[in-house]
């Protein structure tokens, strides 16, 4: 007994890929959940219009930025600015001042303000005006310990793209990923593993076909069904949700034509470097979910996490795909807004395709 407990130790202890998933996944997830699971907000980019520029209003606006939450990424001078602004996908929230603030100030003891956040993400747009209003209110109450009668800012807000706020929103593009990334990439990543283990693999490797026609042969089928799968979501996503589709459905369906082809071939990569089914399904798991939930914007904004996984988060392909089906369903934009977020899937399709024939390539030398 002694001898056989021995053994099993030293044959876990030499298989690199089981000690990884035994030490490497808690220490990843406990990294993860520490970082990326926050409620607060640091360094928001918001813009400002500032109609009165008195020194009132700049003192509030120095209030605001001074705080530590919020970064300044414009400063508006026109009220049509504001929706360029938004579509631009930078700033979460303008700040307006009416005209003549302080002037109402001194003879009415009120003044107006108007707070507008982008409401695509409903748990950070209320956490946004929630940090902003309270700042006001701090400025408001130092203020009235000055000022008989007391002083008053009326503050009128708007909730973009989504003013009833419905957590609906947010959750359907984020699992429209998620279910598309999962689903697709693990649907592959055992295909040519399995291969392995029953021994079909070289029924393969003696027939004339080269190995990018092998790789893209096993892909072509899953295209289908997961294009497939993809429209089911969507028709769920508006029947049962009511979720909407305010830009061109045919650009959403090429867009998850193209998310599908690069999950797939990230699925075949993983394939190609299992030796089984089992490891090449605990190290999609691993790899994919995650990273998926976590560092892909989805339930938590990049924005607030620590520099070091906002780095890493940009190889992360959900996270381009979230903001280009946000930009579709739920702002209505055209291809000029996401072109980047769309190279950036093509770009890594081709290079998880191109690994994927190199890695190929080496096992059959073998």
Same mark, same amino acid.
């Given at each position: *007994?002694? +001898?056989?407990?021995?053994?099993?130790?030293?044959? $876990?202890?030499?298989?690199?890929?089981?000690?990884?998933?035994?030490?490497? *996944?808690?220490?990843?997830?406990?990294?993860?959940?520490?970082?990326?699971?926050?409620?607060? $907000?640091?360094? #928001?980019? $918001? #813009?400002?219009?500032?109609?009165?520029?008195?020194? *009132?209003?700049?003192?509030?606006t120095d209030k605001i930025l001074s705080s530590g939450y919020f970064h300044l990424a414009s400063v508006l001078t026109d009220r049509n600015q504001i929706e360029p602004?938004?579509?631009? +996908?930078?700033?979460?929230? %303008?700040?307006?001042?009416?005209?003549?603030?302080?002037?109402?100030? +001194?003879?009415?003891?009120? #003044?107006?303000?108007?707070?507008?956040?982008?409401?695509?993400?409903?748990?950070? #747009?209320?956490?946004? @005006?929630n940090y902003t209003n309270a700042i006001i209110r701090d400025y408001t109450s130092k203020s009235t310990q000055l000022a008989t009668p007391p002083i008053q800012i009326g503050i009128e807000t708007t909730m973009q793209y989504n003013p009833e706020l419905k957590g609906v929103f947010m959750f359907v593009p984020g699992t429209i990923t998620i279910l598309l990334m999962l689903i697709s990439a693990m649907m592959t990543s055992i295909s040519i593993a399995r291969e392995k283990e029953l021994g079909t693999l070289e029924v393969l490797l003696v027939s004339p076909l080269k190995p990018w026609q092998i790789i893209i042969g096993k892909v072509i089928p @899953? $295209?289908?069904?997961?294009?497939?799968?993809?429209?089911?979501?969507?028709?769920?996503? @508006?029947?049962?949700?009511? *979720?909407? %589709?305010?830009?061109?459905?045919?650009?959403?369906?090429?867009e998850s034509i193209l998310f599908i082809v690069m999950a797939l071939s990230l699925g075949i990569f993983i394939s190609t470097v299992s030796k089984t089914q089992q490891q090449a399904m605990m190290l999609s798991m691993f790899v994919l979910m995650l990273p998926t939930i976590l560092l892909s914007g989805f339930i938590f904004p990049i924005e607030n996490m620590p520099l070091p996984l906002q780095i890493i988060s940009n190889i992360n392909p959900s996270r381009w795909f979230i903001i280009i089906i946000k930009n579709i369903m739920l702002k209505g934009l055209g291809f000029g807004y996401f072109w980047k977020e769309t190279l950036i899937l093509v770009a890594m399709a081709l290079f998880f395709v191109a690994m994927s024939v190199k890695k190929f390539n080496i096992r059959l030398s073998k």
């Open positions: *007994m002694k +001898g056989f407990v021995l053994k099993e130790f030293l044959h $876990i202890f030499r298989d690199r890929r089981t000690m990884l998933i035994l030490f490497g *996944m808690p220490i990843v997830q406990v990294l993860l959940f520490g970082f990326a699971i926050t409620n607060e $907000i640091n360094n #928001a980019q $918001i #813009a400002i219009l500032d109609e009165s520029k008195d020194e *009132m209003t700049l003192a509030i602004a938004f579509r631009e +996908g930078v700033i979460k929230e %303008v700040v307006i001042f009416e005209p003549n603030f302080s002037q109402r100030f +001194g003879k009415e003891n009120q #003044a107006h303000m108007q707070i507008i956040t982008d409401a695509s993400d409903p748990n950070t #747009a209320n956490l946004l @005006y @899953y $295209i289908l069904l997961s294009f497939i799968n993809a429209v089911i979501i969507l028709v769920l996503a @508006y029947s049962v949700f009511a *979720m909407p %589709v305010r830009g061109s459905l045919v650009l959403l369906l090429l």
